[in-house]
């Protein structure tokens, strides 16, 4: 899908807002005529606020300095440009701490031993107003008292008013998802071809730019981008301490990357920075990440299963090795060109630092199955020569082939001393990397996480200097020196499909009185309703019908009464008798013609074509509705 050009910014007006706020409840977090709001909320809103008008006065600024020709006047305005464009980075730098903390969703419980996770903030929209151009859309196009359908605009209006603040929970998300799904209703009704001076205007979620459009696509991105942030924010409050947290946690990261890859292969010419096909592709290998370092955590929270010997070890090994190369590549795509001066730094720091902290547990781990087994004597030959292939086939493709096989106790003891060695040098790599960053320094469990297992390492060297009998002279100059080793885990962190778009019935449809969507769209230009009273002739009434849902005259005989009364071929059966048969079956139009005696009463309208596609089923990225065909075979066809 495409976005639609994009116009320049848009104010918020204080009388929408009023106007709306007046609007019922929808599930959003709402307290009389205010919005409640936690204060991360209304900080975060205060600043995209003051951001959008930063916009605009830079925008008058470049616009006077363009026009003016007085020295005088474009040194003023060549002023007025530097002083607005230095409060907007202000600014900006502002919001992207905020809406980057790691600190935010987190888990209040077991502070001490969960290291937090990185999740995002909600994209911020302006109050839209809907219920006036789209009431003016109905009488105009469809021809019917737009009046008629006040109830469904106002539901449709105080649903988007509470997509704005949605609860941080599954309510929360399921009103994401049901609007998600009404828009897919909303596009076709409204939106195909058509223009109503509706302007959506969102916020980017990191440095609060607005983005302005007229399109519904947009408008759908955004709220599907913000189904992806909650299940970040799910993930990350998670109580990580115990199984099925750890094990909810996974599921809620997967279904962030999820929506994020849905979104990098469904839309494109994105308008707005965070849904640009590299920020969706950061995104989404950042959920990853975190997902297979609790998908670790799982497996750490079984102490029993970390007495496992030489085996284990090799699988802990290449299973935080697995980890450390997500990471490496989250922090990669972090350090793009795109993303330069975009992501706040504490991200960028905090994926590198686990990237060194996963890649010292790893070292570890092989040093330990190294100096494990070399501590053996109870194997046989056979066993020995294949743990010794198991230790060596742990090593990335790129360097098993240049070392040498392990071939006696030294050669095992000499590496396990530096994978040891490199284990202590990227845990302080990692911890530097830390006290480095003014927000995270300030995370005393991050620190304390960190610091600890580098005491794990330390502390099997000391027992390695008190045997006094193994050389523990540097093996590496730095870290990168030691082999890698190949990451494997046992389980495999993928990005989850969410069922925003699963079955939507027509009775979803708010619009649904308009008739059945196949044909009631906006891409067909349509008549006004028109009703005809038909004598039976000698020969019947003269009209044939097809089709379901809506029922179709498929053929009108010259000369008959049917075409007396100016019964067209492709004119729609809308009532029958004073019956509407909008939605009603062939058999049942037929009953009910069959029953007029020897007058009938149909009410018709026609349409012109605009284009063929808005009658073929739905794409594989919208919602699949239920829908009876209206172009029923010759079979179908009924004279009368």
Same mark, same amino acid.
């Given at each position: 899908?495409?976005?639609?050009?994009?116009?320049?910014?848009?104010?918020?007006?204080?009388?929408?807002?009023?106007?709306?706020?007046?609007?019922?409840? @929808?599930?959003?977090? #709402?307290?009389?005529? %205010?919005? $409640? /709001?936690?204060? *991360?909320?209304?900080?975060?809103?205060?600043?995209? =606020?003051?951001?959008?008008?930063?916009?605009?006065?830079?925008?008058?600024?470049?616009?006077?300095?363009?026009?003016?020709?007085?020295?005088?006047?474009?040194?003023?305005?060549?002023?007025?440009?530097?002083?607005?464009?230095?409060?907007?980075?202000?600014?900006?730098?502002?919001?992207?701490?905020?809406?980057?903390?790691?600190?935010?969703?987190?888990?209040?419980?077991?502070?001490?031993?969960?290291?937090?996770?990185?999740?995002?903030?909600?994209?911020?929209?302006?109050?839209?107003?809907?219920?006036?151009?789209?009431?003016?859309?109905?009488?105009?196009?469809?021809?019917?008292?737009?009046?008629? @359908?006040?109830?469904? #605009?106002?539901?449709? %209006?105080? $649903? /988007?008013?509470? *997509?704005?603040?949605?609860?941080?929970?599954?309510? =929360?998300?399921?009103?994401?998802?049901?609007?998600?799904?009404?828009?897919?209703?909303?596009?076709?009704?409204?939106?195909?071809?058509?223009?109503?001076?509706?302007?959506?205007?969102?916020?980017?979620?990191?440095?609060?730019?607005?983005?302005?459009?007229?399109?519904?696509?947009?408008?759908?991105?955004?709220?599907?981008?913000?189904?992806?942030?909650?299940?970040?924010?799910?993930?990350?409050?998670?109580?990580?301490?115990?199984?099925?947290?750890?094990?909810?946690?996974?599921?809620?990261?997967?279904?962030?990357?999820?929506?994020?890859?849905?979104?990098?292969?469904?839309?494109?010419?994105?308008?707005?920075?965070?849904?640009?096909?590299?920020?969706?592709? $950061?995104?989404?290998?950042?959920?990853?990440?975190?997902?297979?370092?609790?998908?670790?955590?799982?497996?750490?929270?079984?102490?029993?299963?970390?007495?496992?010997?030489?085996?284990?070890?090799?699988?802990?090994?290449?299973?935080?090795?697995?980890?450390?190369?997500?990471?490496?590549?989250?922090?990669?795509?972090?350090?793009?060109?795109?993303?330069?001066?975009?992501?706040?730094?504490?991200?960028?720091?905090?994926?590198?630092?686990?990237?060194?902290?996963?890649?010292?547990?790893?070292?570890?781990?092989?040093?330990?199955?190294?100096?494990?087994?070399?501590?053996?004597?109870?194997?046989?030959?056979?066993?020995?020569?294949?743990?010794?292939?198991?230790?060596?086939?742990?090593?990335?493709?790129?360097?098993?082939?240049?070392?040498?096989?392990?071939?006696?106790?030294?050669?095992?003891?000499?590496?396990?001393?530096?994978?040891?060695?490199?284990?202590?040098?990227?845990?302080?790599?990692?911890?530097?990397?830390?006290?480095?960053?003014?927000?995270?320094?300030?995370?005393?469990?991050?620190?304390?996480?960190?610091?600890?297992?580098?005491?794990?390492?330390?502390?099997?060297?000391?027992?390695?200097?008190?045997?006094?009998?193994?050389?523990?002279?540097?093996?590496?100059?730095?870290?990168?020196?030691?082999?890698?080793?190949?990451?494997?885990?046992?389980?495999?962190?993928?990005?989850?499909?969410?069922?925003?778009?699963?079955?939507?019935?027509?009775?979803?449809?708010?619009?649904?009185?308009?008739?059945?969507?196949?044909?009631?769209?906006?891409?067909?230009?349509?008549?006004?309703?028109?009703?005809?009273?038909?004598?039976?002739?000698?020969?019947?009434?003269?009209?044939?019908?097809?089709?379901?849902?809506?029922?179709?005259?498929?053929?009108?005989?010259?000369?008959?009464?049917?075409?007396?009364?100016?019964?067209?071929?492709?004119?729609?059966?809308?009532?029958?008798?004073?019956?509407?048969?909008?939605?009603?079956?062939?058999?049942?139009?037929?009953?009910?013609?069959?029953?007029?005696?020897?007058?009938?009463?149909?009410?018709?309208?026609?349409?012109?074509?605009?284009?063929?596609?808005?009658?073929?089923?739905?794409?594989?990225?919208?919602?699949?509705?239920?829908?009876?065909?209206?172009?029923?075979?010759?079979?179908?066809?009924?004279?009368?």
């Amino acid at each position: 899908m495409s976005f639609s050009p994009g116009t320049s910014m848009a104010a918020g007006g204080g009388e929408m807002e009023e106007k709306m706020t007046s609007i019922r409840g @929808y599930g959003g977090d #709402l307290s009389g005529a %205010a919005t $409640m /709001r936690t204060k *991360v909320q209304s900080k975060r809103q205060s600043l995209n =606020g003051q951001i959008s008008k930063e916009m605009r006065m830079l925008e008058g600024a470049e616009n006077l300095l363009r026009a003016s020709t007085n020295r005088k006047a474009r040194e003023t305005a060549a002023l007025e440009l530097t002083f607005h464009e230095s409060n907007l980075e202000r600014l900006q730098s502002q919001l992207s701490q905020l809406n980057c903390a790691v600190t935010i969703y987190q888990h209040e419980g077991n502070k001490e031993t969960r290291v937090p996770m990185i999740c995002l903030g909600l994209k911020e929209t302006d109050p839209v107003e809907v219920i006036v151009p789209l009431e003016r859309f109905v009488t105009k196009h469809y021809h019917v008292d737009g009046s008629a @359908y006040e109830e469904a #605009l106002t539901e449709l %209006a105080s $649903m /988007r008013m509470a *997509v704005r603040t949605p609860k941080r929970n599954e309510e =929360g998300l399921e009103l994401l998802i049901d609007y998600v799904k009404q828009l897919y209703f909303v596009e076709r009704r409204f939106f195909r071809n058509q223009k109503h001076g509706i302007v959506f205007q969102w916020y980017d979620s990191i440095q609060g730019l607005p983005t302005a459009q007229q399109s519904i696509t947009f408008e759908k991105a955004s709220v599907i981008f913000n189904i992806g942030v909650l299940h970040s924010q799910f993930a990350a409050k998670q109580d990580r301490s115990t199984s099925e947290g750890v094990e909810k946690a996974v599921e809620e990261f997967e279904k962030a990357a999820g929506m994020f890859e849905y979104l990098n292969e469904k839309f494109y010419n994105a308008p707005s920075p965070d849904m640009a096909p590299d920020s969706l592709h $950061m995104l989404s290998a950042l959920m990853l990440a975190q997902a297979q370092e609790c998908l670790f955590e799982r497996r750490s929270l079984d102490t029993e299963v970390l007495e496992g010997g030489v085996e284990l070890a090799i699988e802990l090994a290449q299973e935080t090795a697995r980890v450390a190369d997500l990471y490496e590549k989250t922090h990669l795509s972090m350090g793009a060109s795109p993303f330069k001066g975009y992501i706040t730094r504490s991200w960028v720091t905090l994926a590198k630092a686990k990237d060194f902290h996963f890649r010292a547990l790893s070292r570890y781990y092989t040093a330990a199955a190294h100096l494990d087994f070399a501590d053996e004597t109870d194997m046989t030959g056979e066993e020995i020569a294949s743990m010794r292939d198991q230790l060596h086939q742990m090593l990335a493709n790129n360097v098993r082939a240049e070392m040498r096989p392990i071939m006696s106790v030294d050669d095992q003891t000499d590496r396990g001393v530096g994978h040891l060695q490199s284990s202590i040098l990227l845990h302080r790599d990692a911890l530097r990397l830390l006290r480095s960053d003014g927000e995270l320094k300030k995370l005393d469990t991050l620190i304390q996480v960190f610091y600890q297992d580098q005491q794990m390492a330390l502390n099997k060297q000391g027992e390695l200097q008190e045997q006094a009998t193994v050389d523990l002279s540097p093996r590496f100059n730095t870290a990168a020196e030691a082999p890698r080793i190949d990451g494997i885990a046992p389980r495999e962190s993928g990005p989850l499909s969410v069922d925003v778009f699963g079955n939507a019935p027509d009775s979803h449809d708010l619009f649904y009185k308009l008739g059945p969507l196949s044909l009631f769209s906006s891409a067909n230009d349509w008549t006004g309703s028109r009703t005809a009273e038909i004598q039976r002739g000698d020969a019947g009434f003269g009209f044939a019908i097809r089709g379901n849902a809506p029922v179709l005259i498929c053929s009108v005989d010259v000369g008959s009464p049917a075409d007396v009364a100016s019964i067209k071929k492709d004119d729609v059966v809308m009532a029958v008798n004073g019956q509407a048969t909008l939605w009603s079956t062939h058999a049942e139009v037929v009953d009910l013609v069959k029953k007029s005696g020897l007058s009938v009463s149909l009410t018709v309208t026609s349409f012109t074509r605009v284009r063929r596609s808005n009658v073929l089923p739905p794409t594989d990225d919208s919602p699949q509705i239920k829908r009876t065909s209206n172009g029923g075979s010759i079979e179908d066809a009924m004279q009368y």
